[in-house]
């Protein structure tokens, strides 16, 4: 049994954040009903990315759509917000990532959807919550990286600001909406009531960088310095880094630098008795030159034995080829109303060791109006 | 009322993944107690990073695990086993991140537990699943990172694989861990019944990455290429997406009209009129405008490219970011105080309820410091 089964979520929100959290809750089992604006529904159908179009569709949009259904209705027409209406009657949460007041003015805000679900819960995703010197600013996933300087962690000391390579402040605004969520759920089986969530980009972005702000807010204000070279984290010592070998890439955690001058036969290293943080710069240098001169499989031979904590760095077309990779059955085929099928990943949570995987793939636009008016707003 | 309240967590969990999901418990209401050795406690206590220490714990510790409750108990000694078993009959939820095999030694796995507590909420963090070559491999973060392909997203080609700079496996699995007991709660309250829930490391950044994997299963097993120019920021989008240098720092531009672009920065790209070229020929466009950008400063840039609706932002360092009037306004830190009145600033949970921020004044405990106030609760009869 899936624990979400018999709940039903009405999203309004588009492009990744708010699509990504109703991804999440359709596959613990609810019903997701997208609404979508007649003609061009959500934007994301059409953002392409690496010109890899799917069934006419974006990559991105199947990617994070599949599982759910689509009902084409315009909400500035009058006789779609009723049917609108009606639907909400019967949803379990309404979800919606619209810049702040257009909900307001189409009467959908919360206390719109309340005098008609006493029970709602109505959960809305931001990019920057409710601040006048933000409130024209767009909620876009490079921008809030900049904005948060979180583009100050990643890379080398002369790189300049390097953003994390894909929309990691969507991902995790819409994983904090999906927890918000299924919290409000999970007290109106206590106390019967309703709710409203609200997450914004900003303090999704601000919270993962919990550690390293609080560094910041308590050392008297320094800055993140990253390390010359092989940086992998500002505030943490040698060798934690990626280094080139003969062959390869080898990812080095952790290791007290005497132990790894004997493993690695690098006599150069022993000149750092200690591993003090201030010499990390000097201490990569020496050992970025000494491991290009073996291949990764013989580092690894020596290390992992030694219970140093490496592994090798891998891309998909490796990685999809480890026995560690297969065993997880992470890759899952799902089917289109029209027979198109793709391949894509699953979701991460197992639950009674059950693995959450459907077969549903993304709907066309307005490809379940009639259905839904059957099931939902004509009964 | 806070959305989790009455709720009792017991965690057995340590670093960073397990750890940073209880904090979200703890926030959203939910009595959560750390279950550490004595003296000693959680490993984190002694992980700092610049040696930061607020009490005898680090700064990072304090940061991963303000607002719980410690109990110190070794489980090794049966006579705190007890004690331990005690109080899970009457807990709703425990995490841990023991290595296979740990639990079972002790006798506190999933069925151990459900026979103490029928209607516990087990939850189980891993490196790499149960299965497996690497599900005896250290679970940790730059393993994690390097082992998943997410090295090849960021940077630019030439600098190889470049890893986030962030526990970003850790704090994202933290959240699937959260969203998994939360379903998990709503499971049982429709069955009655104990549940299990798995999440690990490794699972939970390939979610990251659903998008460019799932580009990859679709256009034949091609890798991304991030091209191989500086400030490049996303694999798989055109140009102009990057950050590109200024007179006198740094900008990001999203996505937008490369020719309304153009426009405004007075460059020629007359080349480029069909949208096609924009991903194609991304590298070649991102250096023109380079070139154009770095002869002003960011403020001038910022202001003409907003006034034609162009996504951009200015580049911040935490300095900047903590001087923005917004920091307060939205209440974006708190302060915490510890049990001996030493205080913390530090971030808040990230979720509003009923518009309202969930915050606490409650620092991390000491090495149990709560064991008195537990006993006499939960395990005097």
Same mark, same amino acid.
């Given at each position: 049994?899936?624990?979400?089964?018999?709940?039903?979520?009405?999203?309004?929100?588009?492009?990744?954040?708010?699509?990504?959290?109703?991804?999440?809750?359709?596959?613990?089992?609810?019903?997701?009903?997208?609404?979508?604006?007649?003609?061009?529904?959500?934007?994301?159908?059409?953002?392409?990315?690496?010109?890899?179009?799917?069934?006419?569709?974006?990559?991105?949009?199947?990617?994070?759509?599949?599982?759910?259904?689509?009902?084409?209705?315009?909400?500035?027409?009058?006789?779609?917000?009723?049917?609108?209406?009606?639907?909400?009657?019967?949803?379990?949460?309404?979800?919606?990532?619209?810049?702040?007041?257009?909900?307001?003015?189409?009467?959908?805000?919360?206390?719109?959807?309340?005098?008609?679900?006493?029970?709602?819960?109505?959960?809305?995703?931001?990019?920057?919550?409710?601040?006048?010197?933000?409130?024209?600013?767009?909620?876009?996933?490079?921008?809030?990286?900049?904005?948060? @300087?979180?583009?100050?962690?990643?890379?080398?000391?002369?790189?300049?600001?390097?953003?994390?390579?894909?929309?990691?402040?969507?991902?995790?605004?819409?994983?904090?909406?999906?927890?918000?969520?299924?919290? @409000?759920?999970?007290?109106?089986?206590?106390?019967?009531?309703?709710?409203?969530?609200?997450?914004?980009?900003?303090?999704?972005?601000?919270?993962?960088?919990?550690?390293?702000?609080?560094?910041?807010?308590?050392?008297?204000?320094?800055?993140?310095?990253?390390?010359?070279?092989?940086?992998?984290? @500002?505030?943490?010592?040698?060798?934690?880094?990626?280094?080139?070998?003969?062959?390869?890439?080898?990812?080095?955690?952790?290791?007290?630098?005497?132990?790894?001058?004997?493993?690695?036969?690098?006599?150069?290293? $022993?000149?750092?008795? *200690?591993?003090?943080?201030?010499?990390?710069?000097?201490?990569?240098?020496?050992?970025?030159?000494?491991?290009?001169?073996?291949?990764?499989?013989?580092?690894?031979?020596?290390?992992?034995?030694?219970?140093?904590?490496? @592994?090798?760095?891998?891309?998909?077309?490796?990685?999809?080829?480890?026995?560690?990779?297969?065993?997880?059955?992470?890759?899952?085929?799902?089917?289109?109303?029209?027979?198109?099928?793709?391949?894509?990943?699953?979701?991460?949570?197992?639950?009674?060791?059950? $693995?959450?995987?459907? *077969?549903?793939?993304?709907?066309?636009?307005?490809?379940?109006?009639?259905?839904?008016?059957?099931? $939902?707003?004509?009964? | 009322?806070? &959305?989790?309240?009455?709720?009792?967590?017991?965690?057995?969990?340590?670093?960073?993944?397990?750890?940073?999901?209880?904090?979200?418990?703890?926030?959203?209401?939910?009595?959560?107690?750390?279950?550490?050795? &004595?003296?000693?406690?959680?490993? +984190?206590?002694?992980?700092?990073?610049?040696?930061?220490?607020?009490?005898?714990?680090?700064?990072?510790?304090?940061?991963?695990?303000?607002?719980?409750?410690?109990?110190?108990?070794?489980?090794?000694? /049966?006579?705190?086993?007890?004690?331990?078993?005690?109080?899970?009959?009457?807990?709703?939820?425990?995490?841990?991140?023991?290595? &296979?095999?740990?639990?079972?030694?002790?006798?506190?796995?999933?069925? !151990?537990?459900?026979?103490?507590?029928?209607?516990?909420?087990?939850?189980?963090?891993?490196?790499?699943?149960?299965?497996? /070559?690497?599900?005896?491999?250290?679970?940790?973060?730059?393993?994690?990172?390097?082992?998943?392909?997410?090295?090849?997203?960021?940077?630019?080609?030439?600098?190889?694989?470049?890893?986030?700079?962030?526990?970003?496996?850790?704090?994202? +699995?933290?959240?699937?861990?959260?969203?998994?007991?939360?379903?998990?709660?709503?499971?049982?309250?429709?069955?009655?019944?104990?549940?299990?829930?798995?999440?690990?490391?490794?699972?939970?950044?390939?979610?990251?990455?659903?998008?460019?994997?799932?580009?990859?299963?679709?256009?034949?097993?091609?890798?991304?290429?991030?091209?191989?120019?500086?400030?490049?920021?996303?694999?798989?989008?055109?140009?102009?997406?990057?950050?590109?240098?200024?007179? !006198?720092?740094?900008?990001?531009?999203?996505?937008?009209?490369?020719?309304?672009?153009?426009?405004?920065?007075?460059?020629?790209?007359?080349?480029?009129?069909?949208?096609?070229?924009?991903?194609?020929?991304?590298?070649?466009?991102?250096?023109?405008?380079?070139?154009?950008?770095?002869?002003?400063?960011?403020?001038?840039?910022?202001?003409?490219?907003?006034?034609?609706?162009?996504? +951009?932002?200015?580049?911040?360092?935490?300095?900047?970011?903590?001087?923005? /009037?917004?920091?307060? !306004?939205?209440?974006?830190?708190?302060?915490?105080?510890?049990?001996?009145?030493?205080?913390?600033?530090?971030?808040?949970?990230?979720?509003?309820?009923?518009?309202?921020?969930?915050?606490?004044?409650?620092?991390?405990?000491?090495?149990?410091?709560?064991?008195?106030?537990?006993?006499?609760?939960?395990?005097?009869?």
């Amino acid at each position: 049994m899936k624990p979400l089964e018999d709940y039903l979520i009405v999203d309004f929100s588009q492009f990744l954040s708010g699509p990504s959290a109703s991804l999440r809750l359709a596959d613990l089992g609810a019903r997701v009903i997208k609404i979508e604006k007649p003609g061009t529904g959500d934007i994301c159908r059409t953002l392409y990315t690496s010109d890899l179009i799917m069934n006419g569709e974006s990559s991105i949009f199947h990617t994070i759509n599949r599982n759910k259904e689509s009902f084409a209705a315009d909400f500035k027409n009058t006789e779609d917000l009723k049917t609108i209406k009606k639907l909400l009657i019967k949803a379990d949460v309404v979800m919606h990532n619209f810049r702040p007041d257009v909900m307001k003015r189409i009467g959908l805000s919360y206390d719109d959807v309340k005098a008609i679900n006493p029970k709602v819960v109505y959960a809305e995703i931001s990019g920057y919550g409710n601040h006048p010197d933000l409130k024209d600013k767009p909620g876009q996933d490079l921008l809030l990286q900049s904005m948060t @300087a979180l583009t100050w962690l990643t890379g080398n000391q002369n790189d300049g600001p390097v953003a994390m390579g894909l929309s990691i402040v969507d991902m995790l605004a819409g994983a904090h909406l999906a927890q918000g969520i299924l919290a @409000a759920l999970y007290r109106k089986t206590i106390n019967d009531s309703g709710a409203l969530v609200q997450v914004s980009m900003l303090e999704s972005a601000i919270d993962f960088q919990f550690e390293t702000i609080t560094t910041f807010f308590n050392d008297g204000g320094e800055l993140p310095v990253r390390t010359k070279s092989n940086n992998a984290h @500002a505030y943490l010592g040698a060798p934690y880094g990626i280094y080139k070998t003969n062959d390869g890439f080898l990812a080095l955690a952790m290791g007290s630098v005497p132990v790894l001058a004997n493993l690695l036969k690098c006599d150069a290293l $022993l000149q750092f008795p *200690e591993n003090k943080f201030t010499l990390r710069d000097k201490i990569k240098k020496v050992l970025a030159t000494h491991l290009k001169t073996q291949t990764t499989t013989h580092w690894l031979s020596v290390l992992e034995p030694a219970d140093i904590w490496c @592994a090798k760095v891998l891309n998909y077309q490796e990685l999809f080829e480890e026995e560690g990779f297969k065993v997880l059955n992470y890759i899952q085929k799902v089917t289109m109303g029209d027979g198109y099928g793709y391949e894509t990943t699953r979701c991460p949570i197992k639950i009674d060791g059950e $693995l959450f995987i459907s *077969e549903k793939g993304s709907p066309k636009l307005g490809e379940h109006n009639q259905k839904i008016l059957n099931e $939902l707003i004509n009964t | 009322m806070k &959305p989790l309240e009455g709720l009792l967590v017991l965690e057995f969990a340590q670093f960073l993944a397990g750890p940073s999901a209880g904090l979200k418990l703890a926030d959203m209401g939910a009595r959560v107690i750390k279950i550490e050795r &004595p003296i000693k406690g959680e490993a +984190c206590r002694q992980l700092s990073i610049k040696d930061l220490f607020v009490d005898e714990s680090s700064m990072l510790f304090h940061t991963i695990n303000r607002n719980k409750e410690s109990f110190a108990a070794d489980l090794k000694n /049966p006579d705190d086993l007890v004690q331990v078993k005690k109080l899970i009959a009457k807990a709703d939820i425990m995490t841990h991140n023991f290595r &296979p095999g740990v639990m079972e030694k002790i006798g506190l796995t999933f069925e !151990d537990v459900l026979a103490i507590n029928p209607k516990i909420i087990y939850g189980v963090i891993t490196g790499y699943g149960e299965k497996g /070559p690497w599900a005896k491999k250290p679970g940790q973060d730059l393993l994690i990172q390097s082992l998943s392909g997410l090295t090849w997203l960021s940077g630019k080609s030439s600098q190889g694989p470049v890893p986030f700079g962030l526990a970003v496996a850790d704090l994202m +699995c933290g959240n699937h861990f959260v969203q998994g007991i939360l379903a998990a709660l709503l499971k049982r309250a429709k069955t009655g019944k104990g549940v299990l829930v798995e999440v690990s490391l490794l699972e939970s950044i390939l979610d990251v990455q659903f998008e460019a994997l799932t580009i990859f299963l679709n256009n034949g097993g091609k890798l991304a290429d991030r091209g191989n120019v500086r400030g490049s920021a996303h694999a798989f989008l055109s140009a102009p997406y990057g950050i590109y240098e200024t007179a !006198d720092g740094y900008l990001a531009l999203a996505m937008g009209d490369l020719l309304l672009l153009g426009s405004i920065l007075e460059v020629d790209l007359s080349k480029y009129t069909n949208k096609k070229t924009w991903f194609r020929s991304r590298a070649a466009i991102r250096k023109i405008l380079s070139k154009q950008i770095i002869t002003k400063d960011s403020d001038y840039w910022i202001k003409a490219l907003r006034e034609k609706g162009m996504w +951009c932002e200015k580049v911040s360092d935490y300095n900047d970011l903590n001087h923005q /009037p917004f920091m307060k !306004d939205l209440q974006l830190k708190q302060t915490v105080k510890n049990s001996e009145g030493k205080e913390m600033e530090t971030t808040r949970h990230p979720v509003k309820f009923d518009e309202t921020i969930l915050s606490s004044t409650k620092a991390a405990p000491k090495v149990g410091e709560d064991n008195e106030k537990i006993i006499e609760q939960f395990l005097k009869i």
